[in-house]
């Protein structure tokens, strides 16, 4: 399993957050024995003083143990923390970031056109981007890219610079929005994303993109959002 050598996470952290991802599904049960040392350092491509380091930090967090004689032992579980809900109303979507409040860091800010695909809608003159990384207590889970039509962006730029977007958004009047879509694509992380959401190369990641559009169709919105994986759950009804 290829890991990062570009993020500024250390190597035997990655495996061991592999290790939690592997014990979370339940693809190490309880009272699994771990494969032995030079069998996940060949398969990580790495030293057994690395996979011990791993093992070390799991070991204590109370996750697995190491008998003598005996082997590594899965003895924990690992705490479920899926708490960010992929919403599919607009109005739950802009509560859901109200809610949480994220700590934004902004990463860059330019003039740009937008990546618009054709049955998005039309293009808006300019568009302000911003390309922002959102942490719930100190922790990132999502990374975004937002196209914002410049001249909505001009009405209140500090607002737009150090708020979420959406429930801004979702109050204006005008224009107001008249259609909002979204779709979610399951994928892995990338050497940008693994590093900006501090998760090992190639994780999976929840990929959504969502575009905005007024009453004349013109794309007042398009954001780009990668999540970590490990953090969102989808929860949706289905009509009998």
């Known amino acids: 399993m290829e890991l990062s050598s570009d993020s500024h996470v250390p190597k035997y952290a990655q495996i061991a957050d592999i290790f939690r991802q592997r014990i979370a599904r339940g693809v190490w049960s309880q009272g699994f024995r771990l494969p032995a040392n030079e069998e996940l350092a060949a398969e990580f491509g790495v030293s057994r003083v690395t996979i011990r380091q791993a093992v070390e930090l799991l070991a204590r967090d109370g996750v697995i143990e190491a008998q003598q004689g005996r082997g590594t032992f899965v003895t924990g579980t690992v705490r479920q ?5 992929v919403e599919t109303t607009l109005a739950d979507l802009a509560d859901m970031y109200r809610d949480t409040s994220p700590e934004i860091i902004n990463i860059s800010e330019s003039r740009s056109d937008a990546p618009l695909l054709p049955e998005d809608g039309k293009p808006a003159e300019k568009y302000v981007f911003m390309r922002r990384l959102h942490s719930r207590q100190k922790q990132p889970y999502c990374v975004i890219s937002i196209y914002l039509d410049e001249k ?12 979420t ?4 958004l979702n109050d204006l009047r005008d224009p107001a929005i008249a259609s909002a879509r979204q779709t979610l694509t399951i994928g892995t992380a990338d050497i940008e994303a693994a590093r900006l959401l501090r998760v090992p190369l190639n994780s999976p990641v929840a990929e959504v993109r969502r575009v905005f559009t007024a009453s004349d169709r013109t794309v007042i919105y398009l954001g780009e959002v990668t999540y970590r994986g490990d953090f969102v759950r989808i929860d949706m009804d289905l009509r009998p």
């Open 165 to 168: 977007v959406i429930p801004i």
């Open 152 to 163: 909505i962006f001009r009405r209140s730029p500090k607002r737009f610079r150090n708020e």
């Open 81 to 85: 923390d899926r708490w960010l809900k």
